[in-house]
């Protein structure tokens, strides 16, 4: 693998943890999600960006599945799962760019489920 970070080095990451994924199971992700990013926060790791997508796309795991569908719950899910992993592609230790992938992964979902999005938005208010 080359050094760089691509973005379909970031899908195909997705795609393994999406797999895997089981939405209905967030407990287990609760602690290790909100700890690290309260970890973030404070150490002005990531953009408010990425941090503000990390919270919408925490909610809809929450969102009943007629608002957010199951399948779009399972990429979410795996963009968190790779988000709190401490197993990285780009070590988390390395600052600023140790944070590259993790934002890569959260964006492709983010933006791959813009009609969910809009869909949860609407549900919200």
């Known amino acids: 693998m080359s050094t760089t970070f691509s973005e379909r080095d970031?899908?195909?990451v997705l795609?393994?943890?999406?797999a895997k994924a089981d939405?209905?199971?967030l407990d287990k992700l609760d602690r290790p999600f909100h700890d690290k990013l309260a970890r973030l926060k404070d150490q002005g790791g990531v953009s408010t960006?990425?941090?503000d997508?990390?919270?919408?796309?925490w909610e809809?795991?929450?969102a009943p599945d007629d608002v957010v569908p199951f399948k779009s719950k399972a990429l979410i899910m795996?963009?968190?799962t790779y988000f709190v992993s401490p197993v990285d592609l780009i070590p988390d230790?390395?600052?600023f760019a140790g944070y590259l992938d993790d934002r890569l992964i959260v964006r492709i979902v983010y933006n791959r489920l813009d009609k969910v999005l809009d869909a949860f938005r609407a549900h919200r208010t």
């Open 23 to 25: 939405p209905h199971d």
């Open 10 to 12: 970031a899908q195909k």
């Open 53 to 57: 997508q990390l919270h919408v796309l």
């Open 93 to 95: 230790s390395l600052g």
């Open 78 to 80: 795996g963009a968190v």
């Open 49 to 51: 960006e990425m941090l």
């Open 60 to 62: 809809m795991l929450k």
């Open 15 to 18: 795609d393994e943890l999406v």
